[in-house]
Every structure is written in structure tokens, then in C-alpha cells.
């Protein structure tokens, strides 16, 4: 759903004005003589009823003004309730002319009219539906709710595509500026201004610091289980189809867009695989009769496996884990005769759709041989285009770049290659900074403000994820970061994914926020937790 910005009724502050000055008028008339007083000064016969009477005029308009500015509440197209602008239940404050529920967050800051989800209900949808193709960010599985965090991990000044040029040209180019402008678009929809020597910010990363009504809970309390055996249907794999360009793009259509069917037998069983280069013995086979022969050998192994995009940021979806069946590198290496001295790694071979070259840039040094497979099924099913069949190669705990599609085999090479920068295990901000998803923990299928029932148990579920390392802490805060709950999840297996449950109890109703981090066995911190908002109400149907 786009929405436009609705202009909220504007109640004029003259009769405020007016009467907090004529309150003040009456207080001083209290204790000066009446027959002092100026020409123009009022003159009361009961100044502190006189009083009591604008003030309860005052009262009268201030809630009728928290009424028209009270926060949104939205149906998303899927039936969810959600409000994105926290109540201000208990805002006590000596500077605040009303006690109580007042429309700080709405009447001053605009809350419910900033931010991307004042106009876009879900970025992955908008994404989706643009006229010019983006490349597939969205996960309708596991439903992460994009947010601009994970926009500003690819949109860098490094690739070409910055994010502050490109969105000021998006909404206020020629093409959608009226559109931008009609909905009442302007700088501060987008941008938080302030005096602190912090420039201008983003106002979907801030927000939370500035609004009134978040509850803050000291060492928030809950249930947590985790798994490693949780997996999503083969189908429903993510595929990023930008990493080979037009060749991607091909197999998206004619797979997950598209088709979706399982390639022809024969094509499968006349698939040619070449070992080559240094290796003692080269050999040509076709797929059909090496998969044969490693599943008469018994080596072909069937296990639970996750593939992760280097590009997937906390609260992403690039993420997932299947069941696949594979013949073993290292069996396809002894074959050949085993490598040639000198040999520096292996270059995985691809067939390539544009210029007939079938030779890719990934692959990895010896350490990581036990890591990779043949993969000719998932979920026990021969592969789909999308999941690139008729065989895919399959590297674990390593960025999902070096799993090639249409894999033609592999190319032992004595090319000095820095092979940690061939496959990264984690965006570490072009190496100039930390990891800024390693580790990942993600929460999913929470929209922004989503409405919960005040007393009864909630459930946060997603997962965590570090590449090559393993997860061994995931640790949640309530109060900005301030306190921090952890849960000590022991050793677990970078190759799998960790997916985890978290059940907590709102125990008043207001806007609380989660945010989620972790922790790896080297002690890597996540440098950028994701923060989730949820709304809980006594009453759903208010």
C-alpha cells in the first residue's frame, strides 16, 4: 500500500495563547488592589474560579488536539495492525502544558508523517513493483521488513551509487517530484536536523532516541530456544540475481519468475563436468554417470546446509538453509589424481551466457576444499534454473558468491590470489572498518509498530548467522542498549544457521523496542543490532 500524507486538522493556538495570557492576568490581579489596577486590565470578582475556568478551556483544546494528532493506526494488506508512532501514555513533564497522553511525537515532530514507512508500507514491495528492474533484495518466506539500514550497506560511496545522491535524485527529480511533493515530501520526511553537533541524520535510524512514550525495560525477560535444524522449502531458497549479471537474470526468468520446472533428464545426465588444470590426471565426465559412480562409491553426502549473500545486512533475508546432496570436492579431486605441487587453490568453472566464456573469478584455497560440493539436489529433488541446475557448486560457510550455478567443474591454479578476498566471510566495509554484518542477528515478520496484546506472550523469532564462524552468544536489550539479556547458546556449527525464539510478555500497554546482537567465538560483536518496534494494546480492536 503507498499512501499519501495525510494533512492533519490544524487547531489554531490563538485561544491558547490568549488564555494562558489572561491566566496569568488573573493571577496577578489576585493580589494586586482593584483600585490599581490599570484602565485596560480585566477586573474579576472571582479571579481563581476566572482562572480555573480558562484553564479548563486550555484542558478542553489540548485534548482535542491529542484526539486529531493521536498516532496512526494501519491495516497492512495482509489484515496486520500496526502503528508506527508510540502512544505517550505517561509523559510527566514540567515543561509540557497537558499531563498525560500528550501529541509531542505527532503535533510537533510529525512523527506518523516521516520515515520511508510513511509513504511505503513495505520497501521490499516498492522494490519489487518499480518500473526500472532492482535486483531481488525481498524474501517472501522468511518476510524481513527492509529498512534503510539494509539500502545503505549496498548503496555506498565506494560502488558508484551513494546513497544520499541517488534518493535526493529519486524523490526530487523531475520524474516523481510532484508525486513526492503532492504527498507532502520534504526534507525533514526524511532527515532528523540537529543542534548536537551531529549534522543531519537519517530520521528512520534515530527516531527511536527522539520520540516520546518507547517504554524502556531494564534486562527484559523472556523464554528464549534456538535451533539448527530449521529450514526453508527448496523453493523458496533466496536466489540474488545480480551476481553474474545477464546470465542471472536469464535463470530468474526462467526459473522462480517464471518456470520453475525441473530441467530434462538428458540434459542433466549429458551435463559435462571437467576437472583441470593442475591436477595429475585431467578428466571430462558427464554429470549423470559421476553421480553414479560416487553414489555406488558412497560418498555423495545428504546434510543440512545454509547459504548467506556477503551483502546480507541484520534484518535482511539473504539468508536461508536446505537439505542438499552433493558429491564431495575433495572425491572429484582424488579422481583427477589428486594436484600437482605448486597449486595455489581452485577456481570454480561456470557456464557463462554472454561471449561463451565459462571461467569465473571465485574460489578457495586448500583450507576450505572439505567445504565444497557438487550440489545435483535439494529437498531430494533435481534443481531447478533458479537453483541452478543441472548442478550447482556449493561452498559452506562462505559468501554465497562462490556457489556457482550451472557449475562445469573446477580448475586447480597456481594464480596468486588473495583467496580470503576471493570469498569474504562477512562485509567488513570495504576493509577499511568492522564487520558490519558479522554476526547477523535478524529479527523477522515484525512490520514497524506492529500491535501486540498487552498481557499475553509474544514471540520474536529469526536467526543468527557469522559465515565461517560460529555463533555462541545472542543478547537483546529493551532500554536502548543500556541492559542487555544474554543467552549463551554453547558451541554451535557455522555451517548451519542458528534460528532462534524469543518469548516476552508486554506488561503495560505502550511502544517497546527490541534490538538484537550477537556474538561469535572470537569475541566479533555485532556492530550494527537491529531494532525492532512493537505496540501492545489492551484493547485490539481500539
Known amino acids: 500500500m503507498e499512501r499519501g ?13 490568549v488564555a494562558a495570557a489572561s491566566m496569568i492576568a488573573a493571577g496577578c490581579a489576585q493580589s494586586a488592589p482593584q483600585e490599581q489596577a490599570a484602565p485596560d486590565e480585566p477586573v474579576y470578582e472571582n479571579s481563581l474560579a476566572e482562572a480555573e475556568a480558562y484553564l ?12 486529531e494528532y493521536a498516532p496512526e493506526i494501519r491495516t497492512l494488506k495482509d489484515g496486520t495492525k500496526v502503528q508506527r508512532t508510540p502512544s505517550e ?36 514491495d516498492t522494490l519489487r513493483n518499480m518500473e526500472y528492474t532492482h535486483l531481488t533484495v525481498w524474501n517472501d518466506y522468511l518476510q524481513p521488513w527492509i529498512t534503510v539500514d539494509q539500502c545503505m550497506l549496498c548503496h555506498s560511496e565506494d560502488d558508484g551509487y551513494e546513497m544520499g545522491t541517488l534518493m535526493h535524485a529519486v524523490h526530487y527529480g523531475e520524474r516523481v517530484r510532484t508525486t513526492f511533493e503532492e504527498r507532502g515530501g520534504q526534507c525533514m520526511s526524511c532527515h532528523n536536523m540537529t543542534e548536537g553537533g ?22 527484559v525477560q523472556g523464554d528464549f530456544v534456538f535451533d539448527q535444524d530449521t529450514t526453508v522449502p527448496g523453493e523458496e531458497l533466496f536466489t ?23 530441467m530434462p533428464l538428458d540434459v542433466v545426465e549429458n551435463w559435462e563436468i571437467n576437472m583441470s588444470g593442475l591436477v595429475n590426471k585431467p578428466f571430462t565426465a558427464k554429470l549423470g554417470d559421476l553421480i553414479k559412480e560416487a553414489e555406488s562409491a558412497g560418498v555423495t553426502v545428504t546434510k543440512l546446509s545454509k547459504m548467506e549473500c556477503l551483502d546480507n545486512m541484520p534484518g535482511a533475508a539473504g539468508i536461508g538453509q536446505v537439505e542438499i546432496t552433493g558429491i564431495p570436492f575433495t572425491w572429484l579431486l582424488e579422481k583427477a589424481g589428486g594436484a600437482q605441487d605448486g597449486f595455489t587453490g581452485v577456481i570454480f568453472d561456470r557456464q557463462e551466457f554472454h561471449n561463451d566464456v565459462h571461467h569465473s573469478t571465485r574460489g578457495v584455497a586448500e583450507n576450505k576444499f572439505a567445504n565444497v560440493y557438487l550440489v545435483y539436489k535439494i529437498d531430494g529433488k533435481r534443481l531447478t534454473p533458479s537453483q541452478g541446475a543441472p548442478c550447482i557448486n556449493w561452498v559452506e560457510a562462505c559468501d554465497a558468491q562462490g556457489n556457482i550455478k550451472q557449475c562445469r567443474g573446477y580448475i586447480l591454479t597456481d594464480e596468486d590470489k588473495d583467496w580470503a578476498a576471493v570469498l569474504e566471510c562477512g562485509f567488513n566495509n570495504y576493509g577499511t572498518g568492522p564487520y558490519m554484518n558479522k554476526p547477523n542477528v535478524t ?3 515484525v512490520p514497524e509498530g506492529k500491535i501486540i496484546e498487552t498481557g499475553k506472550p509474544f514471540t520474536f523469532e529469526g536467526y543468527a548467522d557469522a559465515f565461517d564462524e560460529a555463533v555462541t552468544t545472542i543478547e537483546f536489550s529493551m532500554d536502548n542498549g543500556k541492559t542487555w539479556t544474554t543467552f549463551d547458546l554453547g558451541q554451535t556449527d557455522p555451517r548451519q544457521w542458528v534460528y532462534w525464539h524469543f518469548t516476552w510478555t508486554p506488561e503495560s500497554d505502550g511502544s ?17 543490532p537491529q531494532k ?8 485490539l480492536e481500539a
Not at 93 to 118: E, M, V
Open 89 to 124: 501514555y505517561e509523559c510527566y513533564h514540567w515543561s509540557k502544558p497537558y499531563w498525560g497522553g500528550t501529541s509531542y511525537n505527532n503535533y510537533f515532530l510529525d512523527a506518523d508523517n516521516r520515515g520511508c514507512g510513511a509513504c511505503h508500507e513495505d520497501l521490499g
Open 240 to 262: 540474488y540475481d545480480w551476481v553474474h549479471s545477464d546470465y542471472d537474470h536469464l535463470i530468474k526468468i526462467m526459473g522462480k519468475n517464471r518456470l520453475n520446472l525441473e
Open 443 to 445: 529479527v523477522l515478520k
Open 5 to 17: 500524507r495525510g494533512a492533519k486538522g490544524k487547531l489554531t493556538l490563538a485561544a491558547i495563547t
Open 56 to 67: 479548563e478551556e486550555v484542558n478542553a483544546r489540548q485534548d482535542e488536539i491529542n484526539r
Open 512 to 528: 517497546y523496542v527490541l534490538m538484537a546482537r550477537g556474538i561469535t567465538e572470537t569475541g566479533l560483536v555485532s556492530e550494527e
Open 532 to 539: 525492532v518496534m512493537v505496540t501492545a494494546k489492551s484493547n
Open 198 to 219: 551531529q549534522g543531519i541524520e537519517l530520521w528512520d535510524q534515530v527516531k527511536y532516541d527522539h520520540m516520546d512514550g518507547v517504554v524502556k525495560v531494564e534486562d
